[in-house]
DNA sequence: GCGACAG
DNA sequence: ATCTTGTCGC
């Protein structure tokens, strides 16, 4: 065998498949071009003002996936009154996913989907389109910029907020002591540090989201608001750890999936 | 070999 | 994401 092929031989073993590699590279390019057009200030006037007054509606979205097969989601948009947080919108659709999970591409499994229930909603009642949308996982905090909640942004045009469960550690952040005793260091519910990479921005900040948790949830710009602006709305929006929207959107998933599932077992056994 | 790896 | 029960605490 010739070094050349020992080469081959390695990729071949330790990597993913050329094809997913190649992929990967164009989801690269893509995320580098959307990225472009991010905003990262507030660009609606309830997003200044006191106890955001004119904010009436907030989205929340979520996908579920069942164990037994990774082909198969529910995925969920849900739509909360403001500031009294009850569901006035719920819409959760069956889908086929595409593309694998790969971190760092996240958006490209999740976002065609959240795409098409926001296109739905316009369709079926543009009165109770959200005037913002908290998303599972990541906006600016991520490998390159640009996380589902920036990519979800850009292509509804809606301001977007990133709410991560765990610390996406880029750009040098770790959940190392240093990180953690900063958290045992958030008091109350509304107290969070601003997460600051080696390269100097500050890409997110951890929230200490009620004053029952002892873990925080990840912060980050999506699209069209700040960060603080986006600390209080998210804080304002929690009663529990995970904020109310993406709370709601993920029970009513996971609800319609176990549903679902359920009857196709029934038909597939003949009853 | 070990840890990381949003969801 | 999902696998998983009870259990300790307020």
New binding site residues.
């Given amino acids: 065998m010739s070094a050349g092929d020992a080469q081959i031989q390695r990729d071949k073993v330790e990597d993913e498949p050329e094809r997913e590699q190649a992929e990967s590279r164009q989801w690269e390019r893509e995320?580098t071009h959307l990225r472009k057009n991010l905003i990262t200030f507030n660009t609606e006037a309830w997003q200044s003002h006191t106890d955001f007054l004119g904010l009436q509606r907030i989205g929340g979205v979520?996908?579920?996936?069942?164990?037994?097969d990774?082909k198969v989601?529910c995925a969920s948009l849900v739509v909360l009154s403001y500031p009294e947080l009850e569901v006035i919108y719920e819409d959760c659709q069956m889908v086929t996913v595409g593309a694998?999970?790969?971190?760092?591409?996240?958006?490209?499994?999740?976002v065609p989907f959240l795409v098409d229930a926001i296109h739905k909603l316009k369709e079926k009642d543009p009165t109770l389109m959200p005037q913002v949308l908290l998303?599972?996982?990541?906006?600016i905090?991520?490998?390159r910029g640009?996380?589902?909640?920036?990519?979800l942004g850009i292509l509804t045009d809606l301001p977007c907020i990133?709410?991560?469960?765990?610390?996406?550690?880029?750009d040098g952040?770790?959940?190392?002591e240093n990180h953690k005793e900063k958290i045992r260091q958030l008091r109350n519910g509304g107290d969070s540090f601003n997460l600051i990479g080696i390269s100097g921005n500050i890409l997110g900040a951890a929230l200490k989201s009620c004053n029952?948790s002892s873990k925080p949830?990840?912060i980050s710009v999506g699209h069209k608001i700040t960060l603080e602006t986006s600390l209080q709305l998210v804080h304002s929006c929690c009663r529990y750890r995970v904020p109310e929207p993406i709370r709601q959107a993920?029970i009513r998933?996971?609800e319609f999936?176990c549903k679902k599932t359920a009857i196709s077992e029934t038909s597939t056994t003949g009853h």
């Fill in positions: 995320q979520d996908l579920s996936y069942p164990k037994e990774d989601a694998p999970y790969v971190a760092g591409y996240l958006a490209f499994r999740e998303v599972d996982g990541n906006g905090l991520h490998h640009f996380g589902v909640a920036c990519h990133g709410v991560a469960k765990n610390l996406l550690q880029v952040l770790e959940n190392n029952k949830i990840y993920d998933s996971r999936l």
